[in-house]
């Protein structure tokens, strides 16, 4: 009984552990369309770890971490966002080309 318990305290050890190295996601908080992208639509983002908030629309997503970038998959859709900085990143748009994003500050 004592070597169950054992390994079942190391099994859940390893998975927690798993979890730690696993890099924190860069775009959790709110995004506003930066001032030079005038052309693209007005509009309000704000990515939490399981949801991405357009304007007052919301929508669960699954983020995948690589490098400088960022991508949000949700159902058959996907967006590829790449860092500029910490506070700026851009993603590319059929209609509007390249669309640049700033931090919004809390």
Request: glycine fraction near 2%; proline fraction near 6%; charged fraction near 20%.
């Amino acid at each position: 009984m004592k070597r169950i318990a054992l390994i079942t305290a190391i099994f859940l050890l390893l998975v927690s552990m798993t979890g730690c190295n696993e890099p924190p996601n860069p775009l959790i908080g709110q995004w506003q369309h930066a001032a030079e992208a005038e052309s693209s639509p007005a509009q309000l983002i704000e990515f939490t770890p399981s949801t991405m908030r357009i304007n007052d629309q919301v929508v669960t997503v699954v983020y995948q971490i690589r490098d400088n970038k960022v991508r949000v998959s949700a159902s058959k859709m996907a967006i590829v966002y790449t860092f500029d900085n910490a506070d700026s990143i851009h993603y590319e748009d059929e209609q509007y080309g390249t669309v640049r994003l700033t931090r919004i500050k809390p």
